[in-house]
């Protein structure tokens, strides 16, 4: 167990449609990182942030936007849903020190049909 | 911006043969990590490498980074149905300072 909350681990919804996927990372952890895992495709870095403030950015797309709370947790939105976008989104959490290990949480599956 | 080619893609081997997957970065790495990921789960953490030319050991693997901080690799002895996964290696770097994943070698283990 990694520590890191995903939820819900499937979503299944329509094209055009907007979801949320909830990640709450380690304890202690303060910075949290979304990636998408397509077949074949890897881990696509989307989003990292870090206390609350967006650090950096990947391959994010304008139809997708993030936050962290002042709980630390951490919120991915997906609107205007594509048949594309169906994935594994994973969340992950690293701790204060540079360089640190990801901590992976066990994903959300999302299908858009 | 920062790339990270990782080779082979895929591997498939008999169970005994040994296994070895290769990272090569287009920058200087600060250091370089490496993860398993098993078939239906999430990308486990495994070792980080941070000196130049630096060998670490789990058990029957084995993790190198190169002199240049480019390149690693992971080398695997008498594989085992139990090493059946994708690993990927992952390094800060470049100028704005991120974690750059490679895709990842898909190893399977015939028994």
């Known amino acids: 167990d990694s520590g890191v909350t995903q939820t819900p681990k499937h979503l299944i919804t329509a094209t055009g449609q907007r979801v949320t996927l909830r990640c709450s990372p380690r304890?202690?952890?303060?910075?949290v990182y979304w990636y998408q895992q397509s077949l074949d495709q890897g881990l696509q870095f989307l989003i990292q942030y870090y206390n609350g403030e967006e650090r950096a950015k990947g391959n994010i797309l304008e139809r997708f936007s993030a936050q962290q709370f002042p709980d630390l947790h951490s919120e991915l939105n997906l609107s205007s849903l594509e048949l594309g976008d169906s994935a594994l989104y994973f969340c992950?959490?690293?701790?204060?020190?540079?360089?640190?290990?990801?901590?992976f949480g066990n994903g959300t599956r999302l299908t858009v049909t | 911006g920062q790339q990270v080619m990782q080779i082979p893609q895929y591997q498939h081997v008999q169970e005994g043969e040994d296994f070895t997957t290769y990272c090569n970065s287009s920058?200087?790495?600060?250091?370089i990590q490496w993860y398993k990921q098993r078939p239906g789960g999430h990308p486990v953490f495994l070792i980080q490498l941070v000196k130049s030319g630096e060998v670490k050991k789990q058990k029957r693997l084995t993790f190198q980074f190169g002199e240049a901080k480019k390149n690693s690799s992971l080398h695997i002895t008498a594989t085992q149905t139990t090493d059946v996964g994708t690993y990927f290696c992952a390094g800060w770097g470049g100028s704005n300072y991120k974690l750059t994943f490679g895709k990842g070698t898909l190893l399977t283990v015939n028994p």
């Open positions: 992950a959490s690293s701790g204060i020190e540079r360089n640190s290990p990801l901590h």
């Open positions: 304890s202690g952890d303060l910075s």
């Open positions: 920058t200087t790495l600060s250091n």
